[in-house]
């Protein structure tokens, strides 16, 4: 509102890791008033559209996207960007899928969905390509909602125990490389709708 980061392009708004599982709700109704605010900005012409950041929410999980979701008014959605879907698993992606398409309905706007693809499925060789071939499965024919597919690396990274020296990048773990690899191949080929991010590396 006071336009003090000329150069924020896009932000996330974490119900994830960023608070323990206590204060969910309060979070949640701190988030449904900024909302409510930049809303009222817009619409009194404080604010242009055009000067928003694309706001994204991360959710918790498939159940607490569920409940939020029923808290959401128009006026908030058409602030959103969308979601971020974490441990987006084959096993919990139609959930996820449906409730977005739910949202996209109810409040006439788009909506969109960044799922992140981590976990042992992923993970370990033995089950990740029956995982991702699930995945692509679920979510090519709702890929108009899938702004971005983004990658766990630091989560991929824990899962095998890998630390890296200061001067090597996340590509050179090469149990880590393998997995994006794989990714790459079924989300990026050349007649693919689908942009995939680099993994978050600090």
């Not at 991929?156 to 994006?180: A, E, H, K, N, Q």
Request: proline share 2%; with cysteine.
């Amino acid at each position: 509102l006071n336009k003090n980061f000329d150069n924020l392009t896009s932000m996330v708004m974490d119900f994830e890791d960023a608070l323990e599982e206590s204060k969910i709700a309060i979070a949640e109704q701190n988030v449904l008033n900024h909302l409510t605010m930049i809303h009222e900005a817009v619409e009194n012409g404080e604010l242009s559209i055009d000067d928003l950041p694309l706001i994204f929410l991360r959710v918790r999980n498939t159940a607490q996207f569920a409940s939020f979701s029923l808290k959401l008014e128009r006026h908030h959605a058409i602030i959103l960007t969308g979601f971020v879907f974490p441990k987006f698993y084959s096993n919990n992606a139609s959930e996820y899928i449906n409730q977005l398409k739910e949202l996209n309905q109810k409040f006439k706007t788009k909506i969109y969905g960044m799922p992140i693809l981590e976990g042992r499925t992923i993970a370990y060789k033995e089950t990740r390509l029956s995982e991702l071939k699930n995945l692509h499965k679920i979510i090519e024919p709702n890929k108009d909602l899938i702004l971005n597919i983004r990658v766990g690396g630091t989560d991929f990274s824990s899962i095998f125990g890998v630390r890296r020296g200061m001067t090597s990048s996340i590509y050179d773990i090469l149990t880590v490389r393998d997995c994006l690899s794989d990714v790459l191949n079924f989300f990026n080929r050349d007649t693919s709708d689908y942009t995939v991010s680099g993994p978050v590396w600090e």
